[in-house]
């Protein structure tokens, strides 16, 4: 991710008034017209990455669809061990945090200084909470009776053969999501150290800008998967 | 085919020509023509797709050749010429045209796949296992194929030889029992993967035999696997024999059982192949997947579980051969699966005769009972069974 | 190329800033689409232990794909902007998902359906792969075999840990899988053919030579 | 329309202008000392010393993998014969290499020594040779060229795909000295999941092909932005060289394609080592599942391998006939065509193992994708007509690219057609067509293309003449190593087999010598680099009187930042037929003067 954004730093470090805040004297990388052209080259790049992310998610989709045809008992079953609870908590969670972090770029963009900061830190403990509820109230039950993938199901009292499948699936996709939000909580960690020396506004935003759609791609995957594993049965 | 062409005397000889001309370029690509009714629709398929590749080609490549010795760049100067950049009539033909071309190769392939594919309902079934490295097979009666093993290369692995019968559709009903498989009989032009999780199946129609074959007992054809499965995967092959149906179906009930006069160590020799053993144990002495049989019986070996010091006798075989898991001999994967339930009685003792025979510690006069014919031991098990 | 000089150019086009209320907006319709699903998800269940009816797997499907669709086009619409943004990113979110539908679309094609085509022959399907070992239990066998053996299992437990009515509904949704070997949905005989040779599903029985094995048509398989 | 005087005023930089940069240095220049030079090309974001880095680096590769190459070669020159003495000892001949490497005695230890190095041969070769080849080094380099930009649009995420590159070949090798993977490069499930070769090995290579992926997407999202973002002004979508749409269009495929191997390798590495079960069988997972997973990556990836050489070719044959590319929309829109029909069609991979219902819509879908490709090879074709062919190694190399490729599209057609297919699926017969068209494609046109561009990346000229021998052993070399195993395949030999029946032999023998000619040929090409490194002459900046960007308005090599102004396009890559090519060739390649030049003004 970090490596997308383009060069902060520009060619050439301008030399005149560095009492003015970063974000307003910034320059455009060397090979860019503009800070604009800069701007919208990156987004640019930010959807493309996106796009992979989304290719790399919709495996686990297409795992969890096929299995689902075939084993639809085993689903259905597996299904039916997950809490409905928490898993509406955690979206709860995820939509705040999306909501937030659209904020701060509104911030960004109107030079909010404060409220950016507070968007951000915000959007770093939802992830925070996200990630606690996930491990405390879902994954540590779950691996101390036993529900785990293949080889290494202990639980007793599964009612489909295939269930090792499901929880193969289930802990796949959700790891590889909390991965990604984990990803996201050091992503908006760096962006709330700089924002604190006022590296953002509306002259250049263009972390805040990538970062966010990254979390909010990282929201939709959710989305999915909440409904996919939690109420269909 | 040539005779066809003899017997229509209006165009003999062009046709003979012809048709001559058509089987002269097929053997190039083919070893034989005609061994199945799909096999001779492929390869005319096959010669259609080759001769508009070669038309193509020599005209393309053609084209190449004028130009570059009409243009090349030594006489340059009073060649080049202002040209059009690109003409929408021509390029729209060279789009359209090969794809009407290759309307006829996906009809055609795609009819040709279907009739290898949809078995006629009174198919012969044979049920046929892969599993590295090794094809097994299975009448509709039980029998199993219990010919001479034949040796395809020249790399000392025997492959098993299975019977078709000659004029009657045939259907495979293909499992793996371990990787992914695929049996390919070049001959008919056809293959199927052969998948752990469930079943494939592949169907032909062998030709009735010539009278050349009849002579020479049935027509051989050679079955390759074509998915990549590891170390012994350019040796596991078969050979299929068509023979007539009346040979076919004796031959079938004759396979239900071994042969009643062959001794247990004969028998065990062939439960040996098989079975699959060969593919994991020698009988050399070299070290393969799984420990050599020479010199086994007799000897103590280590174990993964710790145990160690057991001298190998015939009840010490026998566990580990039907409970094979239990043990594993130190230094060998645990890949031998448990054979109760695979083996009969019958193959259990010959194999236990057949190992004991491969071990310098056996002397011949201990070897006695494995002389015992294979109706001798039915009587005994017999006897037993009714005194209990 | 000359380096811009002016200190910002303010909210050049293409920057368009959102506002707070939008953005609240459709956080409420994010949040109320949210409860919908899991309303439908619960009413669902009720309807079918109520009124002891079938309801079809595909609208519990449906229901929830098409709110959670509502939810991405939302969210891609607003939060990240594509609203107000360059065509071309749009082009590339729609490029990305067609692709994946694609994926999933020719993969479903192919492998969706071949289960139950060939359900009948599932007889004598062989699992492959060694991932277990030697022996063919099933893995959820083993673990109770397991939980039995250290006198941990609790045969009264309830299967359904979380939902209380799924047990019942289950019934109604489930079409159970016929046992293996059950020739519930044969398309035909079974013939007296075994593989001899397979482990797997054929019990284990010690002391059948293949002779009698064509007396025995229908073999029962090891039901675990 | 431009004259010969606007090139001049947009900014040519003639020979003597070239070498007397006033405050610009060739990029190639050294900073300082050894270890400062060094740390330069290691901290660099400028895409040409990326580029010339995974050039030398993927060239490397292509020795290794050759060499497996040749390993495999040598052990198919005869069938294993095994003689059993009357002792009842076995030996075995035959297998050479076996011999060679003390495994001559046990034919499962020689036939899996013969897997390694077939699988070693395709791992190397398909993902850090051929995907890589043209678009992370000549691509990186040109592409900025091309477009009249400084640079390519994210420089140091250039960067980081070259440091995961370094990273995913680190892995492979040490996959390799560990003593290598049997899995074959497609990684097949349940075989990959449970094969004994050494436990963590299989771990090591997936987690260097998984990683390698990243190095592709990086590349490709800096590409496709780069094209959309960086072009010169002046410079629309239908002015930009051919080359850059065929980057452009396997950059959109590395970008869409290349996330799916990410996951599938990852759940395989999960397979792997936790036994999680979803390919495997027995716990209700499917291997078929990990065959289309594979093949929805790997078959688009099969155009991001040819895209970029197609794209080369376009260049070498305009600049070779002196003629505007013939149909160039029609060149331009087959490349967006090919790139998305490529992620429909993944099906032909697994006619034998698919449904019935699958198997037949594949097989449609994929004769749709032989429009394109005929398509373009028929352009070309019209390129050369009243054209001037040159007769230079590279120019030879993009004729010979039309030979091979022809010939490996068209045997195309017997795969795709699904009876026939049954019969070829995983023969010789494959094996032949995809050498072809990967190498026969991409190779030859890589090896080419970096004749063309040598003198713009290193101003060098290298040795003609030793060029063109070598290029006569490569392509003599080539259809004498693959031509047999289009009719070993058709007569049934299948591939992978480290061992044969005996009636295959006359053709594995001429395959064999083919391959050692072949070999020959490349050593050549190498000395031939490695003296014009040393010793050749100095190149001007438009040797070969080329039109585009970085050979009118650059010097040879570049200068650091490209251009000494940015250029203003004021005429097509390929507007032959108005504009007289500023040409500084020493020498051999005088070019005529197009009458229609006079006529024009």
């Known amino acids: 991710m970090a490596s997308i954004q383009a060069d902060p730093h520009g060619a050439h470090p301008p030399a005149e008034d560095l009492s003015r805040p970063y974000h307003e004297r910034y320059h455009a990388a060397h090979h860019f017209k503009s800070r604009d052209h800069e701007f919208d080259s990156v987004k640019m790049g930010v959807w493309l990455f996106l796009g992979t992310e989304i290719l790399l998610f919709s495996g686990m989709f297409v795992a969890y669809a096929i299995f689902r045809m075939m084993h639809p008992e085993a689903f259905i079953a597996g299904s039916g061990k997950l809490s409905v609870g928490w898993g509406l908590l955690n979206t709860i969670v995820l939509l705040?945090?999306?909501?937030?972090?659209?904020?701060?770029?509104?911030?960004?963009?109107?030079?909010?200084?404060?409220?950016?900061?507070?968007?951000?830190?915000?959007?770093?403990?939802?992830?925070?909470?996200?990630?606690?509820?996930?491990?405390?109230?879902?994954?540590?039950?779950?691996?101390?009776?036993?529900?785990?993938?293949?080889?290494?199901?202990?639980?007793?009292?599964?009612?489909?053969?295939?269930?090792?499948?499901?929880?193969?699936?289930?802990?796949?996709?959700?790891?590889?999501?909390?991965s990604h939000v984990i990803i996201g909580m050091g992503l908006f960690a760096w962006i709330w150290l700089r924002a604190r020396k006022q590296h953002f506004g509306p002259g250049h935003y263009n972390a805040v800008e990538g970062v966010g759609l990254y979390w909010h791609i990282v929201d939709i995957v959710w989305i999915f998967l909440f409904p996919l594993l939690y109420l269909i049965h | 085919m040539m005779h066809d062409a003899l017997s229509s005397s209006a165009f003999g000889s062009l046709s003979l020509g012809l048709a001559g001309f058509h089987e002269w370029t097929k053997s190039l690509f083919f070893f034989s023509t005609g061994a199945s009714s799909q096999a001779t629709h492929t390869e005319n398929l096959f010669m259609y797709i080759m001769w508009i590749n070669i038309v193509s080609f020599v005209a393309l490549m053609g084209l190449i050749f004028y130009f570059i010795a009409k243009y090349h760049r030594g006489k340059q100067s009073e060649n080049y010429q202002v040209s059009v950049q690109h003409n929408t009539p021509l390029e729209l033909a060279w789009s359209i045209i090969p794809l009407i071309i290759m309307v006829p190769i996906f009809y055609y392939g795609f009819t040709g796949y279907l009739d290898k594919l949809s078995a006629p309902a009174d198919a012969e079934e044979i049920m046929v296992s892969g599993q590295k490295w090794n094809w097994t097979f299975s009448y509709r009666n039980g029998a199993q194929p219990r010919g001479d093993q034949v040796m395809l290369t020249k790399s000392n692995y025997p492959v098993p030889q299975f019977i078709v019968p000659a004029g009657r559709p045939v259907k495979l009903i293909m499992s793996s029992k371990d990787v992914i498989h695929a049996f390919y009989i070049p001959d008919f032009r056809t293959k199927m993967d052969v998948i752990p999780n469930r079943y494939t199946s592949m169907w032909f129609f062998p030709q009735p035999l010539s009278e050349q074959d009849k002579s020479k007992g049935g027509r051989l054809h050679t079955v390759f696997c074509a998915e990549y499965c590891g170390d012994y995967h350019s040796e596991m092959a078969a050979q299929m024999k068509v023979v007539s149906i009346p040979e076919f179906e004796a031959t079938i009930k004759q396979w239900t059982d071994y042969n009643p006069v062959d001794d247990l160590l004969k028998v065990g020799s062939m439960v040996y192949t098989a079975k699959g053993c060969n593919s994991c144990h020698s009988i050399s002495g070299d070290k393969n997947t799984g420990p050599t049989w020479k010199n086994m019986f007799g000897d103590t070996h280590e174990y993964t579980n710790g145990e160690s010091g057991k001298l190998v006798d015939e009840n010490w075989l026998r566990e580990n051969i039907l409970y094979s898991q239990k043990r594993i001999m130190k230094g060998y994967p645990t890949s031998m699966p448990n054979y109760v339930g695979q083996l009969t009685p019958l193959e259990v003792d010959a194999l236990i005769w057949y190992i004991k025979s491969l071990s310098d510690k056996t002397k011949p006069a201990d070897l006695e009972g494995g002389k015992k014919t294979v109706k001798q031991y039915k009587e005994e098990a017999k006897s037993k069974g009714s005194s209990n | 190329m000359s380096h811009e000089t002016n200190s910002h150019d303010g909210h050049a086009h293409g920057h368009v800033i959102v506002s707070l209320f939008t953005l609240r907006t459709i956080l409420a319709l994010l949040l109320f689409f949210t409860l919908l699903t899991v309303g439908a998800a619960l009413a669902e269940q009720w309807i079918a232990s109520t009124f002891s009816v079938v309801i079809p797997q595909w609208i519990n499907v449906a229901v929830a794909i098409s709110i959670a669709t509502v939810k991405t086009v939302l969210v891609v619409m607003f939060f990240m902007q594509l609203k107000y943004d360059s065509p071309m990113n749009t082009l590339i979110f729609v490029f990305t998902v067609l692709t994946a539908a694609f994926f999933l679309g020719f993969t479903a094609l192919d492998l969706g359906g071949r289960n139950t085509l060939e359900r009948f022959k599932a007889q004598y399907a062989i699992p492959g792969g060694t991932g277990l070992g030697g022996d063919n239990i099933p893995i959820t066998t083993q673990a109770r075999n397991k939980a039995i053996a250290a006198g941990t299992y609790d045969p009264h437990h309830d299967h359904h840990d979380h939902h209380g009515a799924q047990s019942i509904t289950n019934a109604g949704y489930l079409q159970p899988k016929p046992e293996k070997g059950s020739d519930g949905n044969f398309s035909r005989p079974v013939k007296g053919v075994t593989i001899p040779g397979l482990p797997g599903y054929i019990a284990p029985k010690d002391n059948h030579g293949h002779d009698d094995k064509s007396e025995k048509s229908e073999k029962s398989p090891a039901g675990h | 329309m431009a004259t010969i005087g606007d090139i001049h005023k947009s900014g040519l930089p003639h020979h003597g202008h070239a070498h007397g940069h006033d405050h610009h240095g060739s990029y190639l220049e050294r900073k300082g000392g050894m270890i400062v030079t060094i740390w330069d090309w290691m901290t660099t974001v400028d895409h040409k010393k990326i580029g010339v880095m995974y050039l030398f680096a993927i060239l490397f590769m292509f020795f290794l993998g050759g060499v497996a190459a040749l390993v495999v070669r040598t052990e198919l020159l005869q069938p294993n014969v095994a003689t059993v003495a009357a002792s009842g000892s076995v030996t075995y001949s035959g297998n050479l290499i076996g011999h060679a490497f003390g495994q001559g005695e046990n034919i499962a230890k020689s036939n899996e020594f013969y897997n390694r190095a077939m699988t070693l041969h395709g791992v190397i070769m398909v993902f850090l040779v051929i995907v890589p080849s043209v678009p992370a080094s000549l691509g990186n380099f040109l592409l900025p060229l091309m477009l009249g930009a400084k640079d390519v649009a994210f420089p140091r995420l250039n960067l980081a795909s070259w440091y995961v590159y370094l990273l995913g070949s680190i892995f492979a090798i040490i996959s390799i000295v560990q003593g290598g993977v049997d899995t074959g490069w497609t990684f097949y499930t349940p075989y990959s999941t449970t094969t004994d070769a050494a436990y963590y090995n299989v771990v090591w290579m997936v987690t260097a092909a998984f990683i390698l992926g990243f190095s592709s997407i990086f590349t490709g999202l800096n590409f496709v932005v780069t094209v959309h973002k960086l072009r010169a002004p002046g410079m629309g979508w239908f002015d930009m060289p051919l080359f850059v749409w065929g980057i452009y269009g396997a950059a959109i495929i590395q970008v869409l394609a290349t996330p799916v191997i990410g996951i599938t390798l990852l759940l395989l590495i999960f397979e792997r080592l936790f036994h999680i079960g979803i390919f495997d069988p027995r716990m209700g997972g499917d291997p078929v599942l990990f065959q289309h997973f594979f093949w929805f990556y790997s078959h688009p990836v099969v155009y991001v391998m040819i895209l970029p050489g197609m794209a080369v070719i376009n260049e070498m044959i305009a600049t070779g006939a002196r003629k505007p590319i013939f149909g160039y929309r029609a060149v331009a829109f087959s490349t967006l065509a090919i790139a998305g029909i490529s992620f429909i069609v993944w099906g032909h991979h697994l006619f034998t193992s698919e449904g019935e219902v699958a198997a037949v819509v594949f097989s449609a879908l994929t004769f749709l994708v032989a429009i394109p490709s005929a398509v373009k090879v028929f352009n070309w074709i019209s390129t050369l007509y009243k054209g001037s062919i040159s007769m230079a190694t590279w120019n030879l190399y993009a004729l010979a690219f039309l030979w091979l490729f022809t010939i490996g599209g068209l045997t195309g057609l017997f795969l795709g057609s699904l009876a026939v297919d049954l019969h070829l699926h995983d023969t010789y017969f494959v094996v032949a067509h995809f050498h072809y068209v990967m190498m026969g494609g991409t190779i030859i046109a890589f090896i080419g293309a970096i004749h063309f561009w040598w003198p713009k990346m290193f101003g060098k000229m290298y040795n003609e003449f030793w060029a063109r021998i070598a290029f006569f052993l490569v392509f003599i070399g080539f259809n004498a190593t693959f031509f047999p195993q289009f009719v070993m395949g058709s007569q049934g030999m299948p591939r992978r087999y480290a061992n044969y029946v005996d009636v295959f032999q006359p053709y594995h023998f001429a395959s064999t010598i083919g391959s050692y000619i072949l070999a020959l040929g490349f050593f050549l090409h190498l000395f031939v680099f490695l003296h014009s490194l040393a010793a050749g002459r100095k190149a001007g900046p438009n040797p070969w009187g080329s039109l585009t960007l970085e050979w009118t308005n650059a010097s040879s090599p570049p200068i650091e930042h490209n251009f000494d102004h940015e250029p203003v396009v004021t005429h097509g890559p390929y507007d032959y037929d108005n504009v007289i090519p500023p040409q500084t060739a020493p020498g051999e390649f005088v070019l005529p003067k197009p009458a229609a030049v006079a006529i024009k003004h």
């Open chain 1, 96 to 178: 705040l945090s999306s909501y937030t972090v659209a904020a701060a770029v509104r911030h960004a963009q109107t030079n909010n200084q404060k409220w950016l900061r507070i968007n951000v830190l915000l959007t770093f403990f939802a992830g925070l909470a996200f990630l606690l509820i996930k491990f405390v109230f879902e994954y540590w039950p779950k691996y101390s009776e036993g529900k785990l993938p293949g080889k290494f199901y202990s639980y007793p009292y599964s009612t489909s053969e295939y269930e090792p499948l499901w929880w193969a699936i289930y802990w796949g996709a959700t790891s590889i999501h909390a």
